[in-house]
């Protein structure tokens, strides 16, 4: 089991950026893939970034691919979501989640663990 703990969100121009961090509690921390969604209201969550337990893949959703960043600190028990370029369509409540799958899963329903979500707003 992993506890996460989502922060960094903020207010920036158009244009900005913004570092998100997610904090995961437990030893087994490495044996999870981890994801970074987005959700706005009166719409479903949205799958926003993966990365893999050993930080040697990434998958990342076309409308952020060359903005958007994932990492992990492994032995920081850190997951991290750089987001550059931003755009008044980023504005959404983000979240980390864990999976404990090998694969990089797009389907929030495949996460087991979530964080609280931290908001992200984009002024245009």
């Known amino acids: 089991q992993v506890q996460l703990v989502d922060s960094g969100g903020g207010l920036v121009q158009a244009g900005g950026s913004l570092r998100l961090s997610c904090a995961a509690s437990g030893r087994t921390f490495s044996g999870y893939t981890m994801g970074w969604f987005r959700q706005v209201p009166r719409k479903e969550r949205e799958f926003v970034a993966a990365?893999?337990?050993?930080?040697?893949?990434?998958y990342y959703a076309d409308s952020v691919k060359g903005r958007f960043t994932v990492s992990r600190d492994n032995a920081k028990n850190m997951v991290y979501l750089q987001m550059n370029s931003l755009k008044p369509e980023d504005t959404a409540v983000y979240y980390c989640?864990?999976?404990?799958?090998?694969?990089?899963?797009?389907?929030?329903?495949?996460?087991?663990?979530w964080g609280q979500g931290t908001q992200v707003t984009v002024s245009a």
């Open positions: 990365i893999s337990r050993s930080a040697g893949s990434t």
């Open positions: 989640a864990a999976d404990q799958s090998i694969w990089m899963r797009t389907d929030p329903g495949a996460y087991a663990y």
